[in-house]
């Protein structure tokens, strides 16, 4: 049997590259309001997740987090910096994984420009907790999957599938180039 992409009425594969990849990634990360941020990738042993939100996609496409100097997370970036972000921003659109290189510093100017007030949970000490530091993750590869026309189009297109026997998704996948 074909594959479900092999099924499909409407081409549902598009890659973007460049300031079209780096706004789609800012989109799919902003609809996230969280993430699993895995460190400590080892081929064929568990890895490390927990859940982060994201403070900022810029104009490169790089990915800024704030994070805890003395966190294991932060150890195991120092040990090896690649990282795998997943996210997803709704039921059934907005997924977006993006493996890459994370690097810690702890630049001052860059922890105002992140912060936010909510941040207070975890830095008891406000923005100038001595122990916030900044997690840059620089995409090496990115994969998204999302809707082509919102997720009323896609529930009626579903809808219409299960009535009509055809596959009518209307999905929209690819790679990221930033």
């Known amino acids: 049997m074909d594959s479900i992409n092999q099924q499909q009425a409407e081409d549902n594969f598009k890659s973007l590259e460049g300031q079209e990849a780096v706004a789609k990634l800012k989109e799919l ?4 309001e969280t993430c699993f941020f895995c460190s400590d990738i080892k081929t064929g042993l ?10 900022k996609v810029d104009e490169e496409g790089n990915i800024w987090f704030l994070s805890s100097n003395d ?9 090896d910096p690649f990282v795998q972000l997943l996210f997803q921003g709704r ?4 997924f977006l994984s993006v493996y890459g290189i994370s690097e ?3 630049d001052r100017t860059k922890i105002d420009e992140l ?3 909510i941040m ?19 995409p090496h590869q990115s994969y998204y999957w999302d809707t082509k026309h919102g997720e009323a189009v896609s529930f009626l297109k579903m809808a219409a599938s299960v009535v009509s026997g055809k596959t009518m998704d ?4 690819g790679n990221l180039e930033v």
């Open 91 to 94: 039921k059934h659109s907005a």
């Open 71 to 79: 966190s294991n997370k932060n150890a195991e970036i120092n040990a």
């Open 29 to 32: 990360v902003e609809k996230a």
């Open 104 to 106: 810690i510093s702890e």
């Open 115 to 117: 912060w936010d007030p």
């Open 46 to 55: 568990p890895f490390s997740t927990r859940p982060m939100a994201a403070q």
């Open 170 to 173: 209307d999905s929209i996948e």
């Open 120 to 138: 207070k949970t975890w830095f008891q000490g406000g923005k100038d907790d001595p122990r916030i530091s900044i997690l840059k993750v620089i």
